[in-house]
């Protein structure tokens, strides 16, 4: 039974990330004709698309597409309490907690994509996944770097985004539970 809850529970985490990538990709204007971006456009289409027609964008910040990525968490959370828990679950504590989960979804994509920065900084240059990579960070580090400027050719920026992201995660995770 721990299988099935890790392969579901792996899946699920998969597609939300995937969902909220497009969000981020969207709302920072990222290059959508990068592979990266096609990749996650084509991955998420299928069930985007037909939301996205019905509820509308708020400027930058498409509603559908987070939308969908908050009804896989809930979803998630509804079943697995069905599947391995209590039974069914109260809905508005559910629906509360799925906020946190996509909270701890969308901090751990921005944990995964600076890590991938950081490694595709020393490995390689030019890469056109770097190019969106940058588009989607570097309005969260150039304030950090405004306060702690590049020391020796190296930016400590990606690193103290880290900690605070694993700060708040080890906060949520004492306080919430997730």
């Known amino acids: 039974m721990q299988a099935l809850y890790n392969l579901l529970d792996f899946l699920f985490n998969a597609y939300a ?64 309490s069905v599947m391995f828990g209590s039974g069914i679950p109260n809905l508005l504590s559910v629906a509360i907690v799925s906020i946190f989960g ?20 020393f490995v390689s240059q030019g890469n056109p996944m770097q190019y969106v990579l940058h588009q989607l960070t570097e309005p969260m580090l150039a304030p950090i770097r405004r306060v702690l400027p590049v020391i020796g050719g190296l930016d400590f920026s990606p690193l103290v985004l880290i900690l605070g992201i694993q700060f708040l995660l080890s906060l949520m995770s004492q306080y919430i539970g997730i």
Do not use: H
């Not at 896989?72 to 697995?80: A, P, R, S």
């Open 102 to 121: 996509l909270l701890k979804t969308a901090f751990y994509l921005l944990f995964v994509v600076l890590i991938v920065r950081m490694i595709l900084s």
């Open 17 to 80: 990330t995937i969902v909220l990538a497009r969000v981020w990709l969207q709302f920072a204007r990222a290059d959508f004709y990068n592979p990266l971006s096609q990749f996650v456009v084509k991955a998420t289409q299928p069930i985007v698309g037909p939301v996205r027609r019905m509820i509308p964008s708020i400027g930058a910040f498409d509603t559908g597409t987070f939308l969908i990525a908050y009804l896989v968490i809930f979803i998630k959370l509804v079943l697995f």
